[in-house]
């Protein structure tokens, strides 16, 4: 009782907050403001090329002259198109290699850079170039180390008298193919040396002490240790890379522009040849809206096969 | 089961030494308590000893066995580390399993020791659960039974319970203790609690600044203190160590007051110490001044004054006095520990 008046002695004149504080109250009205231009940037950059682009995959636009609606012609006259399976086959190639290559050597170059090494940050920022330099300048660098005449590979083998005549690198299907490969393999190593280095650097050091008393050799303590705690940010690293390597565009097209003989179109290099210079707009949006079964399927396989693991924050524990 | 033998050990990190040369010997089936301040090198001496620190100097002997070059695993050591280490990625069978998975021990046997030690830490329950999903307490108990799976020769622990919450430490404490005598098994355990050691120990090895101070039982360590160190770092409340001479028939401390002295005192006596347990009410005492009374219930911890002179005391009585106000106490004569301007027990 003396508690209650007392406390009704006390109470404060409370004041109406204005009209546009009790606006800015209102929860719904906020959401809808906070979100606003999130979405109209989303909505103008990505949602609306995006429709536009498969819209364009079910017309026979062409450059300068509007489409009208085909439904799926584009898809069949695609569907019986050799260079168009070729382009798929090396798409899927290119980034099944590149992804094995990367992740192997990237993997080795971090282990080796937790190392205590000498002059370790120094290295670590030379191991970071080819990822900073633009890719068009790598692209161009590696188009002279594979051209068939300056070559400087070609000219050091045949210096040292390994090789009489320059090596063929872009100038036959095959070859043109693996020389592309391992210019991309080259630009991805310092992204994922480096997203696992820092993964790397998470393991608390004490735990491969205490795998040295459980009598744990080098190998073991990899594969039961390392690898397992290096699970979650490979997965997000790998499905990254794969993402990126499978949308390749600027490495392949400046360097072949997809020749020999169509042999290393991608289906994004292929998709811009007969979209743009081509001409074939309809055509061209096609090949592009082929490519999202690939990524939706790389996207999923990454959710579900390398999704959270049990022993990781945040789950239930049944 | 085993000896350990520790002699003139030394350890440098790059020019700079950390341990001094320290020589320790450990009996079979004995527990043994390294404590110390931190950063005194007990954790860099029991790295040593687990081999996961090379050793600069001297010799370490397990068993009689010379191991300075002989690598951890094959030292017949369990170590349980201050953060547990237990990996994140296992259960706690895995866990507890894991030394046993690598030394390709048959299935049934591993299961066998899991549930052994499961069932000897109250951990049946828990086997199928991931560490993140384990209190402090159960982590601890499964870096343990990390540990007893292996049936080493020695346990090494480093501050195993600095993680957990007051009361959960003393009971693990009694749980550590009680499955050492079990198991009989041959233990170094390192800690800055010196209560921990005291409680725990058969013999202390105190040690400050990368040498050992004194080894020995903890009665004896806190009887006999052989220097200042030993004798204020041993004991809670802190020993009163008071400076200062021998004049006017007694101690003359620094600050004013005068002491008593037992008989027979030599006569270079630099440090006067007393407990603060073994100050008595006394009505024919030194007149004290209060400054803080710390009632605990069981007994009154009282910080004073005689003259300038500061004084901790502890009494079994009740006192009702206030700061400012005085009471009469002085020192149980044949408790009195006197030592020299070098620090050591006269
Ligand atoms: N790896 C290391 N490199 C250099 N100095 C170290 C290293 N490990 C420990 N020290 C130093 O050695 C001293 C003793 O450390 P430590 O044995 O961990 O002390 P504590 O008694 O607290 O366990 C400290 O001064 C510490 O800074
Ligand atoms: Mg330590």
Known sequence: ?318 | MATVSVRDARKNFGSTPILHGVNVEIGDGEFVVLVGPSGCGKSTLLRMIAGLENISGGEIAIGGRVVNTVPPKDRDIAMVFQNYALYPHMTVRENMAFSMKLAKAPREVMEEEVQRAAKILGLDALLDRYPRQLSGGQRQRVAMGRAIVRHPQVFLFDEPLSNLDAKLRVQMRSEIRELQQRLATTTIYVTHDQIEAMTMADQIVVMNAGRIEQAGAPLALYDRPANTFVAGFIGSPAMNLVPGEISDGGFRAQGGALLPLPPATPANVATYGIRPEHLVLAEDGIEARLVVVEPTGSETQVAMRIAETPLVGAFRERITGRPGETIRVKPDLSLVHLFGADGRRL
């Open chain 1, 1 to 318: 009782m003396s508690t209650a008046a007392a406390s009704t002695a006390w109470t404060k004149v409370r004041q109406q907050p204005s009209a546009l504080a009790r606006l800015f109250d209102n929860k719904a009205f906020l959401i809808v403001v906070c979100l606003l231009p999130a979405v109209g940037l989303l909505m103008t950059f990505l949602t609306y090329p995006l429709g536009l682009g498969v819209w364009l995959a079910f017309t026979d636009q062409t450059i300068g002259r509007p489409g009208v609606w085909i439904g799926i012609e584009n898809f069949e006259f695609l569907f019986e198109d050799p260079i168009f399976w070729s382009a798929v086959f090396y798409s899927v190639f290119y980034t099944a290699v590149a992804t094995v290559g990367k992740f192997a050597l990237g993997l080795w170059l971090a282990l080796l850079l937790n190392q205590h090494l000498p002059m370790k940050s120094l290295l670590r920022a030379i191991i970071l170039l080819p990822w900073i330099v633009p890719t068009v300048l790598s692209a161009i660098a590696f188009w002279w180390i594979y051209d068939p005449q300056f070559s400087i590979i070609s000219w050091a083998l045949m210096e040292m008298g390994l090789r009489e005549t320059p090596v063929d690198f872009i100038n036959s299907p095959w070859s043109a193919r693996w020389s592309l490969i391992a210019a991309n393999i080259w630009r991805g190593i310092p992204f994922v040396a480096i997203s696992l280095l820092a993964g790397l650097q998470t393991i608390s050091p004490s735990l491969y002490e205490a795998a040295l008393l459980d009598g744990a050799s080098p190998w073991q303590r990899f594969r039961h240790i390392t690898f397992p705690m290096l699970m979650p940010i490979l997965a997000i690293v790998m499905t990254f890379s794969i993402i990126f390597t499978f949308t390749d565009f600027q490495l392949v097209y400046s360097i072949t522009r997809g020749g020999p003989v169509n042999s290393t179109h991608l289906m994004a290099t292929l998709a811009f040849q007969r979209g743009i210079p081509g001409g074939q707009l309809g055509e061209g949006a096609a090949i592009a809206v082929a490519m999202i079964p690939f990524l939706v399927f790389a996207t999923l396989f990454s959710y579900f096969a390398l999704a959270r693991r049990k022993w990781q924050q945040g789950e239930s524990n049944d």
